[in-house]
């Protein structure tokens, strides 16, 4: 007798920062069946940009994945809209402007900026770095404000945005950010069961470690 099949389940997947390598590992290693939540910041820092946001992409059109906004994908969206001379600045010092170059930049541009900044399910709602508690919106940079304020009115909500050495818990709040491009794993979080899944992220960069990172908190 066939058993019945078992519901689909949720992976949300941490900062891949461009870490192409440890994404295409870590989505092999997760079942085929779940739907894959890319918490934001799939873009800059690391090596292999086009080819993470190929592979992220990939997940979308197929129907598998969902990718979230960060602030590096609104800062950048941000920039190219602007011709100022800020805005020159941020694109000359913007890792996925560097790799991508002008044109092909400008060819992401309309997905970037379409990106959601939440999914949900159940009992559980995913977005990149927090609410503001006086709107209680999406807020793409905040921290700690968030931190101290959040009283459970979404239920459990799994964000990236901080690197951290584990995935860890505060209160309802869920960081899946294990700094993938600073040494540290690339890792999965299933909300509706609490497993974890990780992979090795760019270990030639374990030098810069998670205290320094931490320290400056960095965006």
Known sequence: MTSPSRACHHWVIG????CADSLERLVAEL???DRLVL???VINRGPQIRRTMELAWGLVESGRGVWLKGNHEADLVAALHHGNWMAHRALAGCDTY???????SRIWQERLERLPCTYGGPGW???HAGFDPTSWEPDLSIRMP???AYDGRFGDVVIGHTPGPNVRRLGQIVMVDTGACYGGDL?????ETGAIRSVPGLRDRAMTSFSQQLAGCLP
């Open 98 to 104: 560097r790799q991508l170059g002008d044109r092909h």
């Open 39 to 41: 918490c934001g910041d």
């Open 187 to 191: 890792s999965a979080y299933c909300p």
């Open 146 to 148: 968030f931190w101290q």
């Open 31 to 33: 079942p085929a069946g």
């Open 15 to 18: 900062d891949v920062h461009g």
């Open 125 to 127: 709602v995913a977005t």
